[in-house]
């Protein structure tokens, strides 16, 4: 090896130092965003390590090469498109279509009432009902979203937080209704509070009562739905906020240990849950970053799992992981460049490892996708699966030099992260302290100073670009939604038995004044009553309160 080391230095002085005088280079410096010096050329002592300790094999600890021995060998990741919007008829609509087209998993979005715990008709609901994601507000437009699909053999994901309890509680009520017992069930709610305060906004009760809905829901799906992952730690929405591959990756597992902390606080033994703890990360632009990003937080979440929190059974090492390509890299200019973006982006999911995978549609920089854009971001996938040959070899990036050599430089600094956050008391102390926002802030300012400077291209953005004609066809959400969204609800609340409603929201309020029930069955109770997500998020209000945001200037 030390003459490989003599001999690299050889060539770099005397061959490549001689070509670059007379020549020059593109860049002054080649960093990629974490601040990872991307080197001319990489040989095998940038790969530090003993193999087996760092890498290892597929299935087994440290899970660098992935979490099953098999990976996409055995079967493809799940092709689980993003999708929701207008009423529950408009997305159940969109759903069935993507299940034709070959779609093999769910995945839910709601709009922002629905995240916020605001029904429909709520006056801070008004211009909001169904924009960015479907509108739900009762058990009965929970029927309607999901009528007539196979909800005992496909897994469903869906993208909610400060409500994601009450939204289990009625996918699992309508399960119930079609005759699905709630252990056949499959699927994820995202659940993830902390993200919401430092990068993304829509919380509603403050820390404390938020993590103890989320134990909640860890112990409840532990027992009563087995197949369901109970959270989703999400870095997507920390990435798309400004941050860095590595500070993604950083505050993303410190997130998770908040919760493995607090769910131990609750009593829980760590290897009854953590094994269905799922993880949701963004796919950026650099190739080779991000797919050292993910075999690094697979190490690293590994070695957190097992020197930190003793866990003994594999599965609670093991980061599970859904990507979705990056929403903040598509223009709105040559949105036909968004499908090469995307497909790269994709490419790199899987070159890392992902069980799961949305893509972004090539219109979303100007609205919600089309059908046909939708259709096209899902053959992207298919493309990669059944065409490229990639999924044939399980982690075919391993034991590139430049790959291994980047894998451990962002596991280093996604630890010195934990670390930091570690010294400051936990990430919820950090996330009071303006921590990691004001980190995400400066990462986001430094990114559009390469932009505006051009030291980022941006094709059709800020080079190459070219007159376009006003875009065309594109999907809106009429009002029209919200007004009969209230209508519905005007309906409900005089034909159901309001007494039985208002009797189990009550005893939801109380139980919640108590320090130690286990609130999700009582929601449970109370959707199967036709109480509203309004009216049980208020209930909680009453009691909780709502979190007041920490600004960072």
Known sequence: MADIKDEKARWRKQVYEKAKAKGG?????????????????????????????????????????????????GRFWTMRQYAGFGSAEESNQRYH??????????????????????????????????????????LQDMQVLLKGLPLADVSTSMTINATAPILLCLYAAVGEQNGVALEQLSGTVQNDILKEYMARGTYIY??????????????????????????????????????????????????????????????????????????????????LEEVAKFRAARRLWARIMKERFQAKDPRSMMLRFHAQTAGSTLT???????????????????????????????????????????????????????????????????????????????EAKAQDYIRHIDDMGGMVEAIAKGYPQSEIQEAAYQAQRELEQKRQVVVGVNQFQIQEPPPSGLLRVDESVGRAQSERLQKLRAERDNGAAARTVNALRKAAATADENLIPLILDAVKASATLGEISDAMRDVFGEHKEHVVL
């Open 332 to 410: 709105a200019q040559q949105v036909d460049n968004n499908v090469v973006r995307v497909a790269l982006q994709a490419l790199a999911a899987v070159m890392g490892g992902a069980q799961s995978l949305h893509t972004n549609s090539r219109d979303e920089a100007l609205a919600l996708p089309s059908e046909e854009a939708a259709r096209l971001a899902l053959r992207t996938q298919q493309v990669i699966a059944y065409e490229s040959g990639v999924a044939d070899i399980i982690d075919p990036m391993g034991g590139s030099y430049a790959v291994e050599a980047m894998t451990d430089e962002l």
């Open 206 to 287: 403050p820390p404390a009562p938020s993590l103890r809905l989320i134990t909640n829901l860890f112990a409840f799906c532990a027992k009563r739905i087995p197949k369901w992952n109970p959270i989703s730690i999400s870095g997507y929405h920390i990435r798309e906020a400004g941050s860095t591959a590595a500070q993604e990756s950083g505050f993303t597992l410190a997130d998770g240990i908040a919760y493995v902390e607090a769910a131990l606080k609750a009593g829980l033994q760590v290897d009854e849950f953590a094994g269905r703890l799922s993880f949701f990360f963004n796919v950026h632009n650099n190739f």
């Open 25 to 73: 280079e593109r860049h002054p410096s080649f960093v990629t965003s974490s601040g990872l010096e991307e080197q001319p050329v990489y040989t095998p002592e940038d790969a530090q390590g003993e193999y087996l300790e760092q890498l290892g094999f597929p299935g087994e600890y440290p899970f660098t090469r992935g979490v099953q021995p098999t990976m996409y060998r």
């Open 97 to 138: 279509y993507l299940l034709k087209s070959g779609q093999t998993g769910l995945s839910v979005a709601f709009d922002l009432p629905t995240q916020m715990g605001r029904d429909a008709d709520h006056a801070r609901a008004r211009g909001e009902v169904g924009k960015v994601g479907v509108s739900i507000s009762s």
